[in-house]
């Protein structure tokens, strides 16, 4: 097939949206290039056409709240104004024992697990990364359980999500040292609890009955994670040097750990109205834009490629969302 016969891919997250198998879908980028309003308009979009969905933050600076104007917690929360649309904020830097206690509450559940909490924490400070990582694990524990359609993460900037994303290969090979641990070791750690007067309330095998319960959730994540019809990455640029260094980095990093990717968010991109003369400046930035837009056009001919403009004032409540939203959906024209 010659050049010139190939189709540009429609450029809109409707690929996204139609798609009814996805279960996880990843937004990423450098810091400040508005990947929170871009995944919260993912989330809206998708909130029309599934079931239930969650959307999770796991950038430290936790925006999700300034966007919808709503105060979000580590515990998925109704989002105003949608039936069917949910959000938390969850640091992936928290360690075990800061989770909240509805991550260890539930049906049939004894205090012992929730007291043994301490020790189950200086067991863990003996793998270094792993603490964070269960913490992780109890979250996606949570989020299964309470079985979303589809979990839009908005990610960290670029490093800490490559990090989040391997954490279930890491959760999975953690849990089977501890248990292979705690098999050797747990009698005489349960002998020690009592001979010390400790917490009479830790038993190891309520430990590793948690920890075996956790690993096929973890195993099934991992291998959703890696299967391009259940998750996806949408990474989020502007129309910048060190923004698009970012992003080929992040693709071939995704690409090494088998995370499909098919999708890039130009945002903030200046548009001339018909008949408008801009200014110097403007017309600067939009030759430097024109520039990046034809590289982006050359590098992801296989790619879908979304422009979003930069807007006269912020995206913030849940009415400039909805319509920031429709961008996704139906390609921007200025008017």
Same mark, same amino acid.
């Given at each position: ?21 996805? /279960?996880?879908?990843? %937004? ?5 290039? #508005? ?13 029309? %056409? ?16 300034? +966007? ?18 949910? +959000? ?9 024992? @800061? ?12 205090? *012992? ?42 990610? +960290? ?40 007067? #400790? ?10 009955? /948690? ?11 991992? *291998? ?5 019809? +259940?998750?996806?990455? !949408? ?17 071939? @990093? ?51 490629? %979304?422009?979003?403009?930069?807007? @006269?004032?912020? !995206? ?20």
């Amino acid at each position: 097939m010659a050049d010139d016969d190939f189709e540009p891919l429609e450029p809109t997250l409707k690929n996204i949206t139609e798609a009814t198998s996805l /279960r996880w879908v990843f %937004v990423g980028g450098k810091g400040g290039v #508005g990947k929170t309003t871009s995944s919260c308009s993912l989330a809206v979009q998708l909130s029309k %056409v599934r079931e239930t969905v969650l959307i999770i933050s796991t950038d430290p600076a936790h925006n999700i709240s300034d +966007a919808f104007n709503q105060k979000f917690t580590k515990v998925p929360t109704k989002v105003n104004g949608f039936d069917n649309l949910f +959000a938390m904020e969850v640091d992936p830097n928290i360690g075990f024992a @800061e989770l909240p206690e509805e991550y260890f509450t539930g049906v049939g559940e004894s205090d *012992a697990w929730r007291n043994s909490k301490g020790i189950i924490q200086e067991l863990l400070g003996a793998f270094p990364g792993i603490d964070e990582a269960m913490s992780y694990a109890e979250v996606m524990k949570l989020v299964k359980k309470m079985d979303f359609s589809v979990v839009v993460f908005d990610t +960290a900037p670029t490093g800490h999500t490559l990090r989040l994303l391997s954490f279930p290969a890491v959760v999975e090979k953690g849990l089977g040292k501890l248990l292979k641990l705690k098999n050797q070791m747990g009698p005489m750690i349960s002998n020690m609890a009592r001979m010390f007067g #400790g917490d009479a309330g830790f038993n190891p095998d309520l430990l590793s009955g /948690r920890l075996e319960e956790m690993l096929p959730v973890i195993q099934q994540v991992n *291998a959703q994670f890696r299967d391009p019809a +259940a998750t996806t990455f !949408v990474c989020v640029c502007i129309a910048e040097f060190l923004s698009l260094y970012e992003t080929e980095r992040l693709i071939q @990093e995704l690409t090494k750990v088998g995370i499909d990717t098919h999708n890039i968010i130009v945002n903030q991109l200046l548009f001339q109205k018909p008949g408008e003369k801009p200014c110097s400046m403007c017309a600067a930035r939009c030759r430097i834009q024109e520039k990046y837009l034809d590289q982006i056009a050359d590098l992801y001919e296989d790619f879908h490629v %979304v422009k979003l403009p930069l807007l @006269e004032k912020e !995206v913030r409540g849940v009415e400039a969302v909805k319509s920031f939203s429709e961008n996704l959906i139906v390609p921007y024209t200025p008017k």
